[in-house]
T-cell receptor, first 110, second 113 residues
Framework: QQPVQSPQAVILREGEDAVINCSSSKALYSVHWYRQKHGEAPVFLMILLKGGEQKGHEKISASFNEKKQQSSLYLTASQLSYSGTYFCGTDSGGYQKVTFGTGTKLQVIP | DVKVTQSSRYLVKRTGEKVFLECVQDMDHENMFWYRQDPGLGLRLIYFSYDVKMKEKGDIPEGYSVSREKKERFSLILESASTNQTSMYLC????????????FGPGTRLLVL
């Protein structure tokens, strides 16, 4: 079953912050985050392993709450280059069989 | 840089045709994947392979088969294409151990008429 992402879409002005949530009905081994720009392949952002860790990548960071089976992606001081569709992927078996959500379309405007 | 290439960017086929989509990776990765991407449905896993000649069904394997005869190449086969298989197909690869990023190819947009 696909993880549920929210919101489905969001529009930000440059410099604003955003949070994208990912929720699963299954116990999770890891959560993966990818960004896909229009017409391009998805590109890896980060992986979070069970243990409730928080990771950072430039101004993009993420948290993983293993007990709640949820992850959140935080984008701070957004830039135009952040525009794209963000996918979370969840892995319940440690198998690399990642199940992706339906995506969150993020648009950053000047 | 890791490179994952797919044989075609665009493909048009007729209903009932047998279709082969090829994927090649140049980084000696153990794991390879095939996804389809449809608006509003995200990325859905069709099949994956964790070794040569090994394959596992993903979430939507019906109507598809795969072949992995060499480590660098993973083929997706539509035995008898149908219009509901019109989609964007993405191949990906990743190294072992399991918690590694997946590297995606550019995708093949398939139209079945």
């Amino acid at each position: 079953q696909q993880p549920v992402q929210s919101p489905q879409a969001v529009i930000l002005r440059e410099g604003e912050d955003a949070v994208i949530n990912c929720s699963s009905s299954k116990a999770l081994y890891s959560v993966h985050w990818y960004r896909q720009k229009h017409g391009e392949a998805p590109v890896f952002l980060m992986i979070l392993l069970k243990g409730g860790e928080q990771k950072g990548h430039e101004k993009i960071s993420a948290s993983f709450n293993e007990k709640k089976q949820q992850s959140s992606l935080y984008l701070t001081a957004s830039q135009l280059s952040y525009s794209g569709t963000y996918f979370c992927g969840t892995d319940s078996g440690g198998y690399q069989k990642v199940t992706f959500g339906t995506g969150t379309k993020l648009q950053v405007i000047p | 840089d890791v490179k994952v290439t797919q044989s075609s960017r665009y493909l048009v086929k007729r209903t009932g045709e047998k279709v082969f989509l090829e994927c090649v990776q140049d980084m000696d990765h153990e794991n390879m994947f095939w996804y389809r991407q449809d608006p509003g449905l995200g990325l859905r896993l069709i099949y994956f392979s964790y070794d040569v000649k090994m394959k596992e069904k993903g979430d939507i394997p019906e109507g598809y088969s795969v072949s992995r005869e060499k480590k660098e190449r993973f083929s997706l086969i539509l035995e008898s294409a149908s219009t509901n298989q019109t989609s964007m197909y993405l191949c990906a690869s990743s190294p072992s151990p399991v918690q590694e990023t997946q590297y995606f190819g550019p995708g093949t947009r398939l139209l079945v008429l």
